[in-house]
């Protein structure tokens, strides 16, 4: 039976004692929407999914709440 436990910040599993590095990662900028830090790729991470729309940098989770609040449009007959 494997042993682990979560890191309350970024969820990963690590081993007993192990300490998880998310702290020393630097966001390169945040959701313009959420303020949610937005990480590039390194060497043992791919990059956090952002957009940019109109100039704002968004999270994955804010795109479409964004798209839908700034660029609906309403087409009359």
Known sequence: MA????CPFCGAN???GEQCDCKK???????????????????????DPAYEIDG??????CV????????FKVLRG
């Open 14 to 16: 690590l081993d007993p």
């Open 3 to 6: 042993y682990y436990w979560t």
């Open 56 to 61: 704002h940098i968004l999270c994955e989770d």
């Open 64 to 71: 479409d709440k964004y798209v839908r609040r700034n660029c």
């Open 25 to 47: 990662r630097k966001p390169k900028t945040h959701c313009f929407t959420c303020g949610m830090p937005l990480f590039p790729e390194n060497a043992l991470y791919d990059q």
